[in-house]
C-alpha cells in the first residue's frame, strides 16, 4: 500500500521559517521525481517546487525562488521543503507528490497534506 505523509507545518510570523518533511512508503521512492504543491483557500492548487528522482535537478515557481529549498534523502525515501523568509501569502494547505521524472504532469500518490499559516 503507497503511502505519502506530510509533516512540519504550523503557524509561524511574517520572515520566519518552516521546515515540511514528506515521508513516502510503499512505492520505488529514488524512481520517482517528488513535488511539493500548496493550496490557498479559494485559489487552485499550484506546484511549488520539485526534484528529480536523483536530487540533481530542481524547480521552483518564481514565488518561492531563493527562499525555499527542497531536498530529499532516498535512503530516508523522504523529501523536505525548507522555507525562509515566510509571508502571509505562503498561507496554504502544502501537498507532496510523486511523478515518473521531474518534468511529468503526471502527479499522483498525494498525501493528506500539512497546513501553513503565516501571520502578519
Known amino acids: 500500500q503507497i503511502q505519502v505523509v506530510e509533516s512540519g507545518g504550523g503557524l509561524v510570523q511574517a520572515g520566519g521559517s518552516l521546515r515540511l518533511s514528506c515521508a513516502a512508503s510503499?512505492?520505488?521512492?529514488?524512481?520517482?521525481?517528488m513535488g511539493w504543491f500548496r493550496q490557498a483557500p479559494g485559489k487552485e492548487r499550484e506546484l511549488t517546487a520539485a526534484?528529480?528522482?536523483?536530487?540533481?535537478?530542481?524547480y521552483y515557481a518564481d514565488s518561492v525562488k531563493g527562499r525555499f529549498t527542497i531536498s530529499r534523502d532516498n535512503a530516508k525515501n523522504t523529501v523536505y521543503l525548507q522555507m525562509n523568509s515566510l509571508k502571509p501569502e505562503d498561507t496554504a494547505a502544502y501537498y507532496c507528490?510523486?511523478?515518473?521524472?521531474?518534468?511529468?504532469?503526471?502527479?499522483?500518490?498525494w498525501g493528506q497534506g500539512t497546513q501553513v499559516t503565516v501571520s502578519s
Open positions: 526534484i528529480s528522482r536523483s536530487g540533481d535537478r530542481t
Open positions: 507528490a510523486a511523478a515518473p521524472r521531474l518534468d511529468s504532469d503526471l502527479w499522483g500518490y
Open positions: 510503499g512505492l520505488p521512492f529514488s524512481n520517482h521525481a
